[in-house]
């Protein structure tokens, strides 16, 4: 009841993964149960966030950029580049697991929440998850 | 074993949630299991917080609202008011899901833990969140 | 299927608890299920974070003392000493519970994944922490 998924990222920023989190939940065949998403990564998060206005998103990224810039003097761990450090920082801040409920065989997400991946690193890569899904027991 | 419960919200916030969810998982007559809890909406968060010395509570939204003021002039995201875009990053920032084991029929909360539910927004409004009852497996 | 598991910490830092939570997964025999580690304070948090490169986590715990420092003139709710209101300011921008699957009986871990407990007050303290371990029903 664990599936693996692997997502190609072009770079910094966030990518949807609604629909393939979705898929993996319509192939179990889960009807009612828990769907738990697991990131295998320490530069990368998972976020539920607004799908609407890319605005929003836009503004989030620019945001926490500025909060966790690159080159600052603090950081000691540069050797695997400078968006490196800044990587594991809002990685911290943010999720590596989220739990969502399936309802009526689909993920319970509300009206304007979408699942991304935020890929911290600026380079391409490929990024791998767990789809964990667990069914409700029948009632007899 | 999804429940819905609805939370009315004067306004910005940390609401006391841990007697609805407790009341969800009584309900609910599991005994030994976990409890996880969803919040539909991305302007909005779920904590789990100190639940003795309100200052406390008072000096995390005060700070929280130093490090995501309104109107600061990076965002484009303006449409919705300026209390909405600093809403989404305090949500990115914070929790969307939380699970909670469930050890002799109560959340197995520290001493000192309360379950909050964190309105970012300025007004009124209507939450929704969704409570996962898992009950363990009865050894035979 | 919770159990319960006791930390000391010698004070503020990251505390590798990688082996303990694995130790709980392989005492409960579950080959495919999943794992929920809930800390019962609010004063530390779970992370999951790179464990590699020790400069990684040192500028990690330094990026959030600078963010959140002590005797911020903001606080009001000092009576606990001065690395008190920082820590629960740190452990709201953290995890209080993490779900990560077990695929062949281990945590399904990243490569680079490590499981920290991250105190985040200055002194020797003894931290509960429960897990949560639910094995994937059999096919029949």
Not at 38 to 65: G, K, Y
Not at 72 to 85: I, S
Not at 110 to 127: A, D, I, K, T, V
Request: hydrophobic share 40%; charged share 20%; aromatic share 4%.
């Amino acid at each position: 009841m664990t599936r693996h998924l692997t997502i190609q990222v072009p770079g910094q920023g966030l990518h949807l993964i609604t629909a393939q989190v979705a898929e993996a939940v319509h192939q179990s065949g889960v009807q009612e149960g828990l769907c738990t998403v697991f990131l295998q990564h320490t530069s990368a998060s998972l976020l539920i966030q607004e799908n609407a206005d890319p605005s929003a998103r836009r503004d989030l990224e620019r945001w926490l950029n500025r909060l966790v810039p690159e080159r600052d003097p603090l950081y000691t761990h540069t050797a695997e580049g400078p968006d490196d450090m800044p990587s594991h920082i809002k990685a911290a801040l943010t999720a590596t697991s989220l739990s969502i409920p399936v309802v009526d065989g689909a993920l319970a997400l509300g009206r304007w929440q979408g699942l991304y991946l935020w890929e911290h690193r600026r380079y391409p890569s490929e990024r791998h998850l767990l789809i964990h899904l667990l069914a409700d027991p029948t009632p007899e």
